[in-house]
């Protein structure tokens, strides 16, 4: 099963980029000077951000469709993150070493099946979902914190 994961498009945060912390209050969001590595995974380059960097933290919705399953939740981006990530067939660091929670859905955006796997499990899991002819995505999540780290589609 040919899959691609891909990072958030940058332009969808580029107001934030820069912006004053009084600001981004306003947005309810914070910037954060990176502290340990891993810990801060930016949703852009599907990597975590190394210490030193600088990094948004805000409410980002991974699912927008009008449906039970609407969900957002903070995530952070980089603020020097210029282009999204692309992996084909391949699973991105973000997704190696936490425990995740995998959520297939269906075309008109309904959960059709959901796993969580271990570290180090994740292609097996997302594998495992597509072999569900109805998934046509699958959400990945932390498992710890809850929080969108990215999307497989069908390639």
Request: aromatic share 8%; net charge negative; with cysteine.
């Amino acid at each position: 099963m040919a899959y691609i994961i891909e990072g958030l498009s940058p332009q969808q945060f580029e107001r934030f980029i820069g912006m004053p912390d009084g600001e981004l209050a306003a947005y309810n969001a914070l910037r954060y000077t990176v502290t340990n590595k891993p810990g801060f995974p930016c949703r852009i380059t599907l990597e975590d951000a190394d210490p030193g960097e600088t990094a948004i933290l805000i409410n980002h919705y991974s699912r927008d469709e009008d449906t039970p399953f609407r969900a957002s939740h903070a995530i952070f981006v980089r603020e020097t993150a210029v282009a999204p990530a692309r992996f084909e067939d391949e699973i991105p660091p973000v997704l190696r070493t936490r425990a995740l929670s995998l959520r297939g859905f269906d075309a008109a955006g309904m959960m059709a099946d959901a796993m969580t796997t271990e570290p180090g499990g994740a292609e097996e899991g997302l594998l495992k979902l597509f072999e569900d002819p109805r998934i046509v995505e699958v959400d990945a999540h932390n498992v710890a914190r809850g929080c969108f780290l990215a999307r497989a589609r069908r390639a």
